[in-house]
């Protein structure tokens, strides 16, 4: 037995105003693992971060974390549980420099796992060499670490992560991988939703399948090469 979940979410359903996008969601992520939500463009993989963290809030089901119910809370009130979120457009200030950007957030949550500007540099090493440049002029990579490193500063124990690899080259893909390893090595739990199917299957601990709103597989990186077919199916590759 490997003990509760951080992260339990039961039958969640969620809509955008009357057009309903999640039919019953059942997840689990356990403290430390990395977990990577596969699926094609719009079945709701996007939705289920947004409606996990409070953002769309027109949801129903169960979501525990660190066995509290964390539904009716607003997305702030969900980084103090120790949730924090790194969107696909990845909100950092543009007009602000590295240092800037880094020194903004609060830390809002007490894992004891909040990074100081130090820890930060020593794991991107291109943050420190940037740090006077605004965020205007980072590149796509050093923008998605700004924006992994500004949740890092603020104390959550599990991230969530859409899409990091999104539109970057294949050397800075890489890059994103290690610094994954380094986020699982501190301690932090990691939700991913990744295109990327390599990526996925070097990076992750645990997978979940989606369609239509709903999870139709889950299973251990063990099992990834009994699952190839299946999957080309299920993700129209
Ligand atoms: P993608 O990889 O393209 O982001 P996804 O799996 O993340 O796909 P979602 O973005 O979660 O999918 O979208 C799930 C469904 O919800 C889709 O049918 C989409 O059209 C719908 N949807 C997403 N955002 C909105 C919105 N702001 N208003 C209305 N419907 C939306």
Not at 40 to 55: C, D
Not at 100 to 120: Q, T, Y
């Amino acid at each position: 037995a490997r003990g509760p979940a951080q992260l339990r979410v039961r039958g969640l359903e969620a809509w955008y105003g009357e057009s309903q996008a999640l039919y019953g969601v059942d997840l689990d992520v356990y403290p430390g693992e990395t977990v990577t939500l596969l699926g094609r463009n719009g079945v709701g993989k996007t939705t289920t971060l947004r409606s996990l963290m409070g953002i769309l809030r027109k949801r129903s089901g169960e979501i525990d974390f660190d066995q509290r119910s964390i539904l009716r809370l607003a997305p702030h009130r969900v980084a103090h549980a120790g949730m924090g979120f790194v969107p696909e457009e990845r909100g950092i200030f543009a007009s602000l420099t590295v240092e800037e950007n880094l020194l903004l957030p609060p830390k809002v949550a007490n894992s004891g796992m909040e990074m100081s500007l130090d820890e930060i540099y020593t794991l991107f090493p291109n943050l420190l060499e940037r740090r006077h440049s605004p965020g205007t002029k980072l590149s796509g990579g050093e923008q998605q670490m700004l924006a992994i490193a500004r949740i890092l500063r603020t104390g959550v124990s599990m991230i969530l992560l859409d899409e990091p690899t999104e539109g970057l080259a294949p050397v800075i893909v890489n890059r994103i991988g290690e610094m994954l390893t380094a986020l699982k090595a501190h301690g932090l739990s990691i939700l991913l939703v990744e295109q990327n199917f390599r990526f996925a299957a070097r990076n992750a601990d645990h997978f979940y399948v989606m369609d239509h709103g709903v999870m139709i597989d889950s299973f251990a990186v063990a099992e990834l090469p009994a699952k190839r077919e299946a999957l080309n199916t299920a993700l129209g590759v």
